[in-house]
């Protein structure tokens, strides 16, 4: 075969099973490795959770010893409410003008677009006597929820 003599063919042989098995010997050793990794990685990440868990169980014990803590929340939110409330309905009872931008133009374009002869300027225009509910409201009721909600969520 080829004009190599066995022993040279038994030697080849050898080398290429040598290498093989080194290389599966070694991918064994590297999975063990990273099993043994992530198993201390586990460890930590419970150690971890525990150390929480007893940091939660501490501050909810001090929080269910304070009675105010609760009373103190509700305050917050339901002050919250009354300013969200107080400026949406003031401009309808008390003599404040709601200045809104207006975004106005003139001008066109010509020429299939070549020419453009369009001025965009903004105005503010005066509303008088009107509720003024905002899209940031939503955002800001939904903050005051969820802080409520989580704060007394915590409860286990």
Request: proline residues 2%.
């Amino acid at each position: 075969m080829l004009g190599l003599g066995t022993e040279v063919i038994l030697a080849i042989g050898g080398n290429l099973v040598g290498v093989f098995s080194g290389l599966v010997a070694n991918s064994q050793k590297a999975k063990a490795d990273q099993q043994k990794l992530m198993m201390e990685r586990l460890a930590f990440d419970v150690e971890h959770m525990k150390a929480r868990a007893e940091i939660a169980d501490k501050e909810f014990k001090v929080r269910t010893q304070d009675r105010f803590s609760s009373a103190t929340r509700r305050v917050l939110v339901l002050g919250f409410l009354a300013m969200v409330a107080f400026i949406s309905l003031a401009p309808m009872f008390t003599p404040i003008d709601i200045a809104v931008p207006v975004e106005k133009s003139s001008g066109g374009t010509y020429l299939f677009g070549l020419i453009d002869t369009t001025k965009r300027w903004t105005e503010w225009e005066i509303i008088q006597g009107a509720a003024m509910f905002r899209s940031s409201y939503d955002q800001i009721m939904l903050m005051i929820f969820s802080f409520y909600v989580g704060s007394s969520a915590v409860k286990r």
